[in-house]
């Protein structure tokens, strides 16, 4: 099994952030498990924290993170003592909010390693061979 994700590269990625108006994406659909070498994903993650700095970098960028911040509560607990759908539902608002920090924090490398790898505790479908006696 492969794990799939969209992957954006920016087609203007010499060009300084502030000169560009409206950069172009191209969207393609990249297996990242197990079908590419560690450096091309380190590439292809580069160019996406390139895409996202240049989106959330800008002073519109700004304002958008200042108004998700409340809303996937960022700076607060998601559970809802007592609902658990209410409490799944905000859960997913916070990792989106995760998911952008980590493209504007982390190093490329980072985000291999943390995209590219099932959860801690997770079994991964891929070395079903090592798991069985």
Not at 19 to 43: K, S
Not at 87 to 111: C, K, N, S
Request: with cysteine; hydrophobic share 40%; aromatic share 12%.
């Amino acid at each position: 099994m492969f794990l799939f994700r969209w992957v954006f590269l920016v087609s203007a990625i010499e060009t300084p952030a502030e000169q560009i108006v409206a950069p172009t994406f191209t969207a393609r659909f990249t297996p990242l498990w197990g079908c590419m070498n560690r450096d091309e994903a380190v590439l292809i993650f580069t160019d996406c924290k390139r895409a996202y700095q240049i989106l959330f970098n800008s002073e519109a960028g700004k304002a958008v993170l200042a108004d998700l911040n409340p809303f996937c509560r960022a700076n607060e607990t998601c559970v809802v003592p007592g609902d658990r759908d209410r409490t799944y539902v905000l859960e997913g608002r916070r990792e989106v909010w995760l998911r952008i920090q980590d493209y504007l924090t982390l190093t490329p490398e980072q985000l291999v390693e943390r995209f590219t790898r099932p959860a801690k505790g997770a079994i991964s479908h891929d070395d079903r061979t090592e798991h069985q006696s």
